[in-house]
């Protein structure tokens, strides 16, 4: 094992200051700020946030310095030659994909990478696409690239990383003889976290963060929302950009069914620190998607304090043990409902106590040493 730092270069379609791709930007960025004191970073990635026109305001095609990592900003997709020039004028240890179908930063470049000669340890994170649930979504599109993958052997050879150990099975499931290496999504803790004297019995404010798409089950909150018995206050805000007109005007139909005790804010599309900020004004985070393979906004609303209600299609699991929050079946909307108003129940004293339990399990979740051992392993094969 080499004594100095190990390089690592990380292709991903979207990175910092963007925000729209939301989880895959959040691991990678999450990662090289935990890590960065341990690994050589060099990342490329496109200079336009996801769905964009126009670029982020850097100096794009040049190597830029971003704490201890390096950042290059690229106004087109990146060609192989420059890609392979990079590995070897940067003595580059592992190159890791950050997702299964992108034709730029994954399917073209490994391609590629794989005809070299002495070519790095290639590393790649599925970052949940080989879920059922991700699978069944374009679905005949999918099942013809994965036997087109298989056939021509595209992913031979590769280690993958698992974030989870279901995210294992799931990569086993389909590539039953590929060397997976697991390793937890990394979080970074804020310094600051909520003002539990703010919360008040019979009052509470609700928070989801997500994209709005029929997979993350907004409709559900809402749902809920108009089962809360009318002699409490909730105020409900939703984070996120619009992906699917329809679905939304759906759900803006159950927003008008909600009694005059319940307040809904839409605050649009939010940076990272903007999100910070409401969550910090916030008792209580919602995400009842289908599937997450992760759900960094979870892990956030701990690190701020907020307890969360979760579906059971998240890895978050065994809360109200805890006492962080709930993870629930989507289909009980009567029992998300009721959790709902058992938190919006809670005066400052009992909330405190939960708040103080979340902050908790995620200086547990983040500091935990055992995720620098998982990673050492996974970017140098140790």
């Known amino acids: 094992m080499k004594l100095s730092k190990p390089n690592v270069l990380i292709l991903v379609d979207w990175f910092t200051p963007g925000f729209r791709a939301g989880g895959p930007i959040r691991s990678v960025s999450n990662l090289v700020e935990s890590m960065q004191s341990n690994f050589n970073f060099f990342i490329i990635t496109s200079n336009k946030d996801l769905g964009a026109v126009s670029p982020y305001d ?9 704490e201890q990592f390096k950042v290059y900003y690229s106004d087109e997709a990146p060609r192989i030659a420059f890609i392979k020039a990079t590995i070897q004028d940067k003595n580059i240890d592992a190159v890791y994909f950050n997702s299964l179908f992108s034709k730029d930063y994954t399917i ?20 949940g696409m080989l879920s059922s649930k991700a699978l069944g979504i374009k679905r005949i599109k999918k099942s013809i690239f994965l036997l087109l993958a298989k056939w021509t052997g595209l992913y031979d050879g590769i280690t993958w990383h698992a974030t989870s150990t279901d995210e294992s099975i799931d990569i086993k499931n389909k590539f039953k003889k590929s060397a997976v290496a697991e390793a937890p999504n990394l979080g970074v803790l804020p310094k600051k976290v909520i003002n539990v004297g703010t919360k008040i019995s019979k009052v509470i404010h609700i928070i989801s963060i997500s994209r709005i798409s029929r997979i993350k089950n907004i409709h559900l909150i809402l749902e809920s929302l108009e089962k809360i018995p009318q002699d409490r206050r909730v105020n409900y805000t939703h984070v996120g950009p619009i992906e699917d007109v329809e679905y939304w005007q759906e759900c803006l139909l159950l927003k008008n069914r909600l009694s005059k005790n319940v307040s809904f804010r839409y605050a649009g599309e939010k940076s990272h620190v903007e999100i910070s900020q409401i969550l910090m004004e916030s008792h209580l985070l919602m995400l009842l998607s289908d599937s997450e393979n992760f759900g960094h906004v979870v892990l956030e609303a ?35 409902s009721a959790k709902m108003t058992y938190l919006c129940d809670m005066a400052a004293v009992d909330f405190e106590q939960w708040s103080v339990a979340a902050r908790k399990f995620a200086e547990e979740q983040i500091g935990n040493e055992m995720n620098l051992k998982n990673y050492l392993r996974l970017f140098s094969g140790d």
């Open 302 to 336: 701990f690190a701020h304090g907020v307890p969360c209600i979760v579906s059971n299609g998240t890895p978050w699991k065994n809360l109200s043990q805890r006492k962080i929050g709930f993870n629930l079946p989507i289909e009980d909307i009567h029992e998300i």
């Open 108 to 127: 073209v470049p490994l391609k590629g990478l794989k005809r070299l000669e002495n070519c790095p340890r290639l590393i790649l994170a599925p970052r």
């Open 58 to 66: 850097v100096e794009p095609n040049v190597w830029l310095t971003v």
